[in-house]
């Protein structure tokens, strides 16, 4: 199968995930909508998954609405497909790892230390999740360095 984009590739695999059907749903898609009447059109996917077909739409031109009822996938749709403008920077980083002055929850702390991480590891999770939940933080920032502390926990 031939796929106008070379991206395709990328696209991130999940479990029950469309992207192997991106190219056939694209192109009989185009036999609807032309291909250059798709820029500003609005590709609404409201089961996202791992958000292939999502990527795929933006990538195509479309304005894509997108959510699911999992966090991740939710989570990717605001960091990924929804923003297109903002970058995460190092003092952004910086900012959820720096010491809260108050007392905070220590949940992987006193759950997870020793069986899954690192008392260090941990500690770092915890002031990340801490400053991730105070709603200081705006969207799309909140969700891009909410999935970077995912895959750095993984």
């Given at each position: 199968?031939?796929?106008?984009?070379?991206?395709f590739?990328a696209?991130?695999?999940?479990?029950?995930?469309k992207?192997?059907?991106?190219?056939?749903i694209f192109?009989?898609?185009?036999?609807?909508?032309?291909?250059?009447?798709?820029?500003?059109?609005?590709?609404?996917d409201?089961f996202?998954?791992?958000?292939?077909?999502?990527?795929?739409g933006?990538?195509?031109?479309?304005?894509?609405?997108?959510?699911?009822?999992?966090?991740?996938?939710?989570a990717?749709?605001?960091a990924?497909i929804?923003?297109?403008?903002?970058?995460?920077?190092?003092?952004?980083?910086?900012?959820?790892?720096?010491e809260?002055?108050?007392v905070?929850?220590?949940?992987a702390?006193?759950?997870?230390y020793p069986?899954?991480?690192?008392?260090?590891?941990?500690?770092?999770?915890?002031?990340a999740?801490?400053w991730?939940h105070?709603?200081?933080i705006?969207?799309?920032?909140?969700?891009?360095?909410?999935?970077l502390?995912?895959?750095?926990?993984?």
């Amino acid at each position: 199968m031939s796929h106008k984009f070379p991206f395709f590739r990328a696209l991130p695999a999940y479990l029950g995930g469309k992207r192997r059907l991106c190219g056939v749903i694209f192109a009989l898609l185009a036999q609807v909508v032309e291909r250059e009447r798709w820029r500003g059109m609005t590709f609404i996917d409201p089961f996202m998954g791992g958000g292939s077909m999502s990527l795929y739409g933006k990538a195509c031109g479309f304005r894509v609405l997108c959510n699911d009822v999992a966090l991740r996938s939710a989570a990717i749709g605001r960091a990924l497909i929804a923003n297109s403008a903002v970058r995460l920077t190092q003092v952004d980083v910086a900012a959820v790892l720096r010491e809260p002055s108050e007392v905070y929850p220590r949940l992987a702390e006193e759950e997870f230390y020793p069986r899954v991480f690192s008392r260090e590891h941990a500690q770092v999770i915890d002031r990340a999740l801490y400053w991730l939940h105070t709603g200081q933080i705006p969207e799309p920032r909140r969700s891009l360095l909410a999935l970077l502390l995912t895959k750095w926990i993984l």
